[in-house]
């Protein structure tokens, strides 16, 4: 230290210890002999009081390294089949628990004998079974579930004809299925998951299953184990191998599923396991000498720090170890020098990982009371040194601080030993006595830390073991009872040799420090005194050595960065010193306790060898190596293979890669490259190049990503060369880069037929339409080529197919009753003008071929409506002829014979869903949006047509809007043709009340009515289409005979006189 220095002569001690043993008179058999052997004696044996004690291991957690196990797939595979027989195509299919079998009708003699029998695994048959006929080929299916199967690895199955029982063929596969449940699933004694198992067919031996955690997977075996009791399910355990290690080590659930191998079982559907909740408190045991913590959750491979607090007596002592798990569900460590608890008492137990802490709880300890051994030592960690008092480096932050430390040992003469200028190692907490002669031995060895402020610490070591932490407790003052130095050093000195320890802290701290301290700067006060600065021997310490440390690369010259320099001690303090850490900037000073050491940079294997007493050294700085894996932005598993890389920055810093040759990935997209050590890595600027990919930089990281490179496709949709608005479109890939980076894409085009499609991987797609309609519509796919950065345009066009041929002989039936309506010696004005009404709803039929884009757009189908149509004018007809052929109208056109033959048609409004005062195109469930959707109608501007007035639809437009009004209503998702109806027949009962009286009779109109109005009530038709087609043609025929009035032709008739 520099500073003037008090030093306890021998005079003075030997009065202060007369006095403490006075004060604390202590049995000559509680003090241990051989606390003063020279360093080559024999340790002690006696067992390690650690009351108040806490171990703590100076090491930290890291992240445990995450394995890339690849994508898993889907289930198993399906039964392969070996031969066929009698043409049967016979072909297997696995849906579950359920085997498919496929056989053509061609090996059947006969319709009506088509059951098969099947074997599986030849066990008993399944007989007799009927199948389903599709396209030519029976669909067989054979619960598996209803079968007794031991082992269905490899299974054959057999299929025969019932009929005869020859042979139709056979196959082999893997038929293993099994359903789990997350419910009742456990951990057992060995830390192995084991799940209930709902449902299993065949299977037998190690069961492999995809298990995935926090966006990791594996592939993990199983087997199939026997309940526990009968009233218990057969379970699943899974082997802890090292990819379940990695999914336990997420600490996330886990979901198990199947895995897609050739020999793997199918599974039902993923079952998830909630490993929280399923994981009980920490256990402790003593196995072997070691304290092993058991808990699932405990990854092989990764590290925790375990802190376990114990109770002894009135004490809690605490140890806390940083371990890596060597075994998955356990971990250990040595039980030397620990003191956890009586035996059955109870500790608390915290395990904490990389991610938080994995499990926490209170549990009994196992085994017999844990007895500590001491082990020679010359470094002696102290934790929590730091915090309890001030260690002054004198602004000099390379500087080593040293303390005085005076050492009660265990001999007979209870002496204590002074030990002056001990370095610290204030990073480490660490006391650095090399070479004292001495070393600990026994238990209760207590030591007081002087600080050159003369701050002061009581620290109690458990062992003499270099590697064992100890507690620290700071000095306050106090003098009796249970504060100060006397409570602290009362509870941690054991009871053998307390009083004489108690004396002597009293005396040194209240007297030896204030009274007895000579000033002195060094050197050595005689024989068996303890050694200054510098000076080793018998109570002796170690001096500080300054070096000048440079740092240089593999050709010697200097490097300009900054690391951390390692000196290991070698020699005899190889195992007793620890390594001490400088960060140097390129070059500078730093000061070490002298020792001779190994020098190198941290995380190198490289160094030099620094004799003791050597001023400099230079250590060589190695190149810094990393792998650079380059990957597609959109899928990391998809690696780039031929990736060229430049350094922009440093400018050409990397030329090329650790074998020289050209920066470029390999086959599975990545490189190594060097680095020069004087190259700081953040200040790297790659710049990543690749034809099917956008350039991009990045900094000096071991992953980095491409986008792919895009371009965009424009889908135009029509059918029969018309644009068809609002259709599905479907872009799936299939080149072989765009499947590997992009999933396809669904689109549906606009009320204009057309769908931009942006963002498309280059490459070639196949484009489909799905026209969402009860019509039929060819399609043909299309396939495109996607460029970068262009756009290309692909047209699908569907084709109508809608045959009118079937209908034709009906359609010229009806149109035959028709004209026989008129087909008498009587007048038929009224008859045919009737009769027109019907012929033009037949004509509309004649239209529906070329009409596909209609009926795709409202999602009608074609045939449903021109059967309905033909229904409806077959019942129009035969309620005209009733209404014509009545007596009074039979001798009305016998009168008006003699009237000038007269052909009227009907040229009405065909919008039957609106009464004469209504918008013609608003209200009720007809009215048409201007979406173009099904169930809304369609826009009334697609056909130009204006929508409003009575007369706006005439001549040759009629036929058309007869086709919409019938097609929109028909597809209406709500029609009120029924209130709609019931307002017509109310305005046309009105119109013939108001011209009764204009005319001699309205006979004809009247029975007309009567009979439409008869037939409505009868709600005709049986499915939705029929019933609405009927509205409409009755709607028509209504608004016929309303306008029968506004035709002098047909009132001539009315205004004949009949005798």
Request: proline share 4%.
């Amino acid at each position: 230290m520099s500073r003037t220095r008090t030093r306890i002569d021998a005079v003075a001690f030997t009065l202060l210890l007369l006095v403490a043993l006075s004060v604390a008179p202590v049995a000559g058999a509680a003090l241990d002999a051989g606390g003063s052997d020279a360093a080559g004696g024999a340790d002690g044996g006696s067992a390690v009081d650690a009351r108040g004690s806490m171990a703590v291991d100076d090491r930290t957690p890291t992240t445990a390294t995450a394995i890339d196990l690849g994508a898993a797939g889907s289930a198993a595979r399906n039964v392969e089949t070996n031969s066929t027989a009698r043409n049967s195509n016979l072909s297997f299919t696995l849906d579950g628990p359920t085997l498919e079998i496929e056989v053509s009708t061609d090996a059947f003699e006969s319709e009506n004998e088509t059951g098969i029998d099947v074997v599986v695994a030849d066990e008993d048959p399944y007989e007799n079974l009927d199948g389903s006929e599709s396209n030519g080929t029976y669909i067989y299916e054979v619960d598996l579930t209803q079968g007794s199967f031991d082992d269905l690895s490899d299974a054959t199955v057999t299929v025969s004809r019932t009929s005869d029982g020859e042979s139709l063929g056979d196959g082999t596969g893997t038929l293993w299925y099994v359903d789990l449940t997350g419910d009742g699933a456990t951990f057992d004694g060995q830390n192995q998951l084991t799940v209930p198992i709902e449902q299993s067919i065949g299977l037998q031996g190690n069961l492999r299953f995809t298990l995935s955690a926090g966006g990791e997977e594996a592939d993990v075996y199983a087997e199939r184990i026997d309940p526990a009791s009968d009233a218990d399910p057969d379970r699943l355990r899974f082997v802890r191998s090292s990819g379940f290690e990695t999914l336990i080590g997420t600490g996330e659930d886990i979901e198990i599923g199947a895995a897609d191998h050739e020999d793997a079982p199918r599974v039902g559907s993923p079952t998830t396991i909630a490993v929280d909740d399923i994981t009980n408190n920490p256990q402790v045991r003593l196995d072997a000498g070691d304290v092993v913590v058991a808990h699932p959750q405990i990854a092989n491979g990764s590290e925790y720090v375990v802190t376990i607090e114990g109770t002894i007596g009135d004490r809690s002592p605490i140890t806390t170890r940083s371990i890596t798990a060597e075994a998955g569900g356990e971990l250990r460590f040595s039980s030397e020098g620990l003191v956890l608890g009586a035996p059955g008492s109870e500790v608390e137990v915290e395990i904490q990982g990389a991610g938080g802490t994995v499990g926490s709880g209170t549990t009994t300890i196992s085994g017999s009371v844990l007895e500590a051994r001491v082990t020679n030592a010359s470094t002696v960690v102290v934790d929590g040194l730091s915090d309890t008092v001030a260690l002054d480096t004198n602004d000099d932050e390379n500087a080593t601080p040293t303390v005085d430390v005076y050492v009660s040992w265990e001999n007979r003469s209870g002496e204590p030993r002074l030990l002056e200028d001990v370095p610290v190692d204030v990073d480490n907490e660490t006391l650095v006595v090399p070479e004292t002669g001495y070393r600990l031995t026994g238990t209760g060895h207590t030591l007081l830390i002087v600080t050159e402020e003369d701050e002061t610490a009581v620290a109690s070591i458990v062992d003499g073991s270099a590697d064992e932490d100890t507690g620290v407790e700071p000095l306050t003052g106090g003098i009796g009872g249970a504060g100060g130095i006397v409570g602290i050093v009362g509870t941690v000195i054991g009871s053998t040799i307390g009083q004489a320890i108690l004396g002597f802290l009293l005396v040194v701290v209240i007297g030896g420090i204030g009274v007895f301290k000579l000033t002195s700067s060094g050197g050595s006060d005689g024989p068996g005194g303890s050694g200054g600065r510098g000076q080793s021997g018998a109570g002796g310490g170690m001096g500080i050595q300054t070096v000048d440390v440079d740092l240089v690369d593999a050709s010697g010259d200097p490097v300009d960065t900054t690391r951390t320099v390692v000196f290991e001690p070698t020699g005899g303090m190889a195992n007793t010193m620890n390594p001490q850490q400088k960060r140097v900037a390129g070059s500078g000073e730093v000061d070490v306790p002298e020792q001779q050491y190994y020098v190198r940079v941290e995380g190198s294997d490289t160094g030099t060898t620094l004799p003791r007493g050597q001023e400099s050294i230079r250590v060589q700085v190695p190149p810094q190596q990393g792998t650079v894996t380059v990957h597609s932005a959109r899928d990391e598993d998809e690696r780039i293979a031929g990736a060229e890389i430049r350094c922009r920055a440093p400018e050409d810093v990397i030329t090329t890669d650790v074998d020289g040759d050209d920066l470029r990935t390999d086959g599975d997209g990545t490189t190594t490259l060097e680095l020069p050590p004087s190259v700081d890595p953040e200040s790297v600027t790659l710049e990543v190049e690749h034809d099917r990919y956008e350039s991009t930089e990045s900094g000096l990281q071991q992953s980095i990503g491409l986008e792919p490179k895009t371009g965009t496709i424009v889908v135009e949709t029509g059918i029969d060369g018309q644009s068809a608005g609002n259709v599905p479109v479907s872009v799936q890939p299939v080149g072989e880069f765009p499947r590997a980076n992009d999933g396809g894409t669904e689109a549906r085009s606009d009320d204009d037929g057309s769908v931009t499609i942006d963002d498309l991987v280059i490459g070639e797609y196949r484009v489909t339409a799905s026209f969402d309609s009860d019509a039929i519509v060819d399609v043909d796919e299309e396939t495109v080529e996607v460029v970068a950065d262009e756009q290309r345009r692909v047209s699908i066009d569907g084709a109508f197919d809608f045959d009118l041929a079937p209908y034709q002989a009906r359609i010229d039936e009806l149109n035959e009753e028709i004209a026989d309506l008129t087909r008498s010696n009587r007048d038929g004005a009224i008859p045919y003008y009737y009769g027109s009404v019907l012929t033009a709803a037949l004509d509309l039929l004649a239209t529906f071929p070329d009409q596909g884009l209609l009926f795709v757009e409202h999602g009608v189908d074609p045939d449903e409506v021109t059967e309905a149509v033909l229904a409806a004018v077959a019942d129009a007809i035969e309620y005209t002829r009733d209404a014509m052929t009545t007596k009074q109208n039979v001798d009305l056109f016998g009168a008006c014979s003699s009237l000038r033959n007269e052909r009227v048609r009907w040229e009405g409004d065909p919008a039957v869903l609106t009464t004469s005062g209504d918008d013609r195109r608003s209200g009720g469930s007809g009215q048409r949006s201007s979406s173009g959707r099904r169930g809304g109608g369609r826009s009334d501007d697609r056909r130009g047509r204006s929508g409003g007035g009575t007369g706006a639809s005439r001549g040759s437009d009629q036929r058309t809007a007869m086709l919409e009004e019938l097609v929109t209503v028909v597809a209406a998702d709500r029609a009120d043709h029924r209130g709609r109806t019931a307002d017509r027949l109310e305005e046309t009962e009105a119109v013939l009340s108001e011209r009764r009286g204009e005319v001699s009779t309205v006979s004809p109109v009247r029975e007309q009515y009567d009979r439409i109005k008869d037939h409505l009530s009868s709600t005709p038709g049986d499915t939705r289409t029929e019933t609405r087609v009927q509205f409409v043609v009755s709607a028509w025929m209504l608004d016929a005979v309303q306008r029968v009035f506004d035709h002098p032709e047909l009132v001539d008739r009315l205004e004949e006189t009949v005798f």
